[in-house]
């Protein structure tokens, strides 16, 4: 199962504890003690004088230079506050419904929130829910192979080739019986039924 950014983020902060058995915080004071400020040359400090490996010190470096990037993915409802706010305001209820009927299908079904989207999944990522335009959420799913485009259900080509198709949402009106069925479908196929 694909983990949250900030479950990611965890990881490759436990790994540098294990490496150098010392936490983040214990490396951020080091690094500040001895004059280092830029992200780079604590990188650097980091792999050089106490054996870090790259992926590990680049978090010592920003908990230095950019400590909200450290805990930025600690509160999943700021992210979604701070996402569906300004010009995107008025497509908090889209997010909240379709939030709400995807944490329907099943007892398995979590959110993973991000700066820029959020997404559903039980044994993967079935739905993204993506504020693409100020006027639309776009319903992004991963339908099961052979799934034909029929009436808002279109074609999609993004970034993950997992997900083959799209629903673009600009009301709660608009969440009806057929986005409700596509939701379903594209979380029963990734769950393997």
Known sequence: ???????????????LEE??????????????KAGLSKHREIVDWMKRE?????????WVGWG???????????????????????????????????????????KDVSEICCK??????NRAQFAIINPRTQSAVDLELAMPPGTKAKGRLEAFKGNNEKFT???????????????LAAMKAASEH????
Do not use: C, F
């Open 50 to 58: 106490h054996g870090a490996k790259h992926s590990q010190a680049l």
């Open 19 to 32: 490496q150098t058995g010392k936490p983040l915080e214990h490396w951020v004071k080091a690094a500040k």
């Open 64 to 106: 230095v230079t950019d400590p909200g990037r450290v805990t930025a993915y600690d509160d999943p409802d700021k992210l979604m506050n701070e996402l569906y706010s300004g010009k995107k305001a008025q497509l908090r209820p889209v997010y909240d419904r379709l939030k709400k009927e995807g944490m329907k299908l099943g």
């Open 190 to 193: 990734v769950r393997g039924k």
């Open 116 to 121: 820029t989207y959020s997404s559903l999944r």
């Open 1 to 15: 199962m694909a983990n949250s950014p900030g479950e990611m983020i965890k990881a490759q902060i436990r790994l």
């Open 165 to 179: 198709h799209r629903i673009r949402v600009s009301d709660v009106k608009e969440i009806d019986s057929d986005v």
